[in-house]
């Protein structure tokens, strides 16, 4: 008789364990319908957001110089910062640990897609890279601001790649490809903005697709006075393709006060 009661409560604990389910699944649709948000969008949300944390975040990136991407991350685009053309010696790049490319060093998956984006007004930038043999793997078309180079998958066999450019020969970067493919999806990449105008870029941001993942704030001492002072990195993720996604960016870097 005891177990027949037991096995009776059971059936009602859950029972009620799977009606107050099934309210809150019913909550979650009601919820985003009103918002005009459907469950699809926020399960594909909670898997970008998912993809995105094992990102490095946008403070070790500007203080290390170094960018190691997992498997979820399909394409990459490497900024061209304002000022990049400049040695160090002339005092007039944004981050010191990242004064040429965003950023110097980038470490990705065989398979990732490569392409870069041009950060730095007045000037034509044609990349080089080269492989491990000294070999030139890749040179970009030639890129004005704002554009975006053609894309390119490096070979893990060539790794590391050595980036310079071809008029400015102080410009210098790294790109290793370990020998793990790459399965993900997302498209990232980072990029400068001034703090002071910090939420209109994040906002210009989600306009566009783009999830901002981390920022970091910091001070630039440059001579360049539209460079000068505080400025802030963005890491972004999207899940567009790296054509896409480059089409996106151009309007925004264009809206940038860097000169």
């Not at 970009?140 to 790649?161: A, C, F, N, Q, R």
């Not at 450019?165 to 980072?190: A, H, P, R, W, Y």
């Amino acid at each position: 008789m005891k177990a027949y009661a037991l096995h009776i409560l059971f059936l009602g604990v859950l029972t009620i364990g799977i009606t107050l389910l099934g309210n809150q699944i019913s909550q979650a649709q009601i919820d985003s319908t009103s918002s005009g948000t459907s469950v699809t969008d926020i399960i594909d949300q909670t898997q970008i957001n998912s993809e995105s944390a094992s990102i490095p975040d946008a403070k070790y990136v500007y203080e290390t110089g170094i960018m190691s991407l997992p498997a979820s991350v399909k394409s990459f685009i490497i900024m061209i910062p304002d000022e990049a053309h400049h040695p160090p010696e002339d005092d007039k790049t944004i981050s010191p640990k990242n004064p040429n490319f965003l950023p110097t060093t980038l470490e990705v998956l065989d398979g990732t897609e490569l392409a870069f984006v041009h950060g730095d007004p007045s000037h034509t930038h044609v990349e080089i890279l080269k492989d491990k043999d000294g070999n030139v793997a890749w040179e970009t078309t030639p890129v004005e601001h704002p554009g975006g180079s053609d894309i390119k998958t490096l070979s893990s066999s060539g790794s590391p790649y050595s980036i310079s450019d071809k008029e400015f020969t102080n410009m210098e970067g790294q790109i290793n490809v370990s020998n793990e493919k790459s399965t993900g999806s997302l498209t990232v990449g980072g990029f400068f903005v001034p703090t002071k105008d910090l939420d209109q870029y994040k906002s210009e941001f989600a306009d566009a697709g783009f999830d901002v993942i981390s920022d970091f704030g910091f001070t630039t001492e440059s001579v360049q006075k539209d460079l000068a002072g505080d400025n802030t990195l963005l890491i972004y993720s999207t899940s567009q393709s790296v054509k896409d996604a480059i089409e996106k960016l151009l309007p925004i870097m264009e809206s940038l006060p860097y000169e």
